[in-house]
């Protein structure tokens, strides 16, 4: 496969049909969810959602068989001045004066995307605190963060009751409001119960469980070497944003963007496109040798700055789209300075088939720390002359701690329990938290949880996580 310079290949975005083995599956199907609330908050009309066309329903009159919205001090407003450019859904807003709720009955149990669309409103800032729940979890806990305009925040909560609960609380003196809410069926493969924590040895791999217990906040969400992607070529109406920004040192000639043409080959076995879309597979950034006979001294680094006191997931995206024959990458991953996986084989993971992506997920805990990073490099495997390291795309996301809050205070459930008085408690379940992670550490073995195509992370074995062939020996 040709390794083409992204400024020239970019001229066109079109994959080619192409037939493919019959031994590859290509997931082409629209994913349809069997939970797909949008609703336009403040509005008695359905508005258009630019640029995805998908239908938001005005709250105002839903319909009785929908979502139900219960409050005692509420009502819509109209904005006189749209801005310009602006979605129509920003064009009204709900407005809350007490703690106020939208229920929505849940089909399908299991994870759920959530998504606020909030756009600030001129009134001063201390007028604008407010608290938003999801079920039992703190989503927001201040109101909009100053000096953003418009912001989308997206949330995977698991949700294994009849319905879901979003809740507006105003703080004293202050209202709360929202523009427009999404409650979306999440794939069940999407979010995997466990990952590994990095911070030990790669010899003794910790791994936490319940992943999909907890709820998770979207940090970033980044297409590496390729252009904005909007939910409009998302199947799962996501925005991917570019990597400039977070990249260092991308002035090294040996660094390079790469794109694709060709097809990317979607397994049976591994992550479809609701995992990750074309248009980040067919894109990357490569540390490369490829007019050389040395291998390049370097890593290509990313780093995001984050809020510490949290632990964050992060999940790397990676499809090999530049190597020329399968079997000429190999390469190290690092998170956090941490050797995350030696020696890495994409060939070897996706049974000897290029442009086939996987992705691997990791823990990090943020104590301490304002960034995360990423780096991908040469390994001590890597050959002259050829494609040196890869990634594809980046996704970080915020998880919720001990008292289910994802931004300050705590969750629903605790706050009502009385939990903000009770401060000792706090620190006896963070002991305990503690103390099972030096348990499990001392306990540790790599767990198969047979879902999609995920490395192995134990160290450099290449075994996958299939759901009928046998894995390979694991650390």
Not at 328 to 349: P, Q
Not at 397 to 420: H, P, Q, T, W, Y
Request: with cysteine; charged share 20%.
């Amino acid at each position: 496969m040709a390794l083409l310079p992204v400024s020239a290949a970019l001229l066109s975005l079109t994959l080619t049909a192409l037939l493919l083995p019959a031994s590859l599956v290509l997931s082409s199907t629209q994913f349809a969810p069997p939970d797909n609330y949008l609703v336009n908050c403040g509005s008695d009309a359905p508005t258009t959602l630019d640029p995805d066309n998908r239908p938001f329903v005005g709250d105002h009159r839903a319909p009785s068989s929908s979502f139900r919205l219960t409050s005692s001090r509420t009502f819509p407003l109209a904005d006189a001045t749209p801005r310009p450019h602006s979605s129509p859904i920003y064009s009204q807003v709900r407005v809350f004066y007490s703690a106020s709720s939208y229920r929505f009955p849940v089909k399908q149990k299991g994870t759920h995307i959530v998504r606020l669309h909030i756009q600030r409103r001129s009134d001063p800032l201390d007028r604008q605190l407010f608290r938003v729940y999801a079920g039992e979890f703190l989503l927001i806990g201040d109101g909009v963060e100053p000096g953003v305009d418009v912001a989308i925040k997206e949330y995977f909560v698991w949700v294994d009751g009849e319905d879901l609960e979003i809740r507006f609380v105003p703080k004293k003196g202050s209202f709360a409001y929202v523009n427009a809410i999404e409650v979306i069926s999440a794939p069940a493969s999407l979010i995997a119960d466990d990952a590994r924590l990095l911070g030990g040895s790669a010899r003794s791999p910790i791994w936490i469980t319940g992943v999909t217990q907890r709820a998770l906040e979207t940090v970033y969400r980044v297409n590496v070497g390729g252009p904005k992607v909007t939910p409009f070529n998302d199947s799962l109406w996501r925005t991917w944003l570019p990597d400039d920004e977070y990249l260092t040192a991308s002035e090294d000639p040996s660094i390079r963007r790469v794109y694709t043409s060709g097809p990317i080959r979607y397994q049976s076995f591994g992550p479809a496109r609701q995992d990750g879309p074309d248009n980040v597979y067919n894109t990357a950034r490569v540390v490369t040798s490829e007019k050389s006979s040395s291998i390049p001294n370097l890593n290509l680094t990313w780093t995001f700055p984050v809020v510490e006191g949290y632990e964050y997931l992060v999940r790397l995206h990676f499809c090999d789209i530049a190597s020329v024959a399968l079997g000429m990458l190999y390469f190290n991953v690092y998170v956090n300075g941490y050797l995350a996986y030696e020696n890495l084989d994409l060939s070897s993971l996706t049974i000897q088939s290029l442009a086939s992506p996987v992705y691997a997920d990791f823990v990090v805990r943020g104590c301490g720390l304002d960034s995360v990073s990423v780096s991908v490099g040469p390994s001590d495997l890597s050959r002259p002359h050829s494609v040196d390291a890869i990634l594809n795309g980046v996704e970080i996301f915020k998880m919720s701690n001990a008292v289910k809050s994802l931004d300050g205070g705590v969750g629903m459930d605790l706050k009502r329990s009385g939990i903000c008085n009770a401060l000792p408690l706090v620190a006896v379940v963070c002991l305990l938290v503690l103390l099972s992670m030096v348990v499990k550490r001392r306990l540790a073995t790599l767990k198969d949880s047979g879902v999609w195509a995920r490395l192995s992370l134990g160290g450099s074995d290449s075994g996958l996580k299939y759901s009928s062939i046998p894995l390979a020996d694991k650390l």
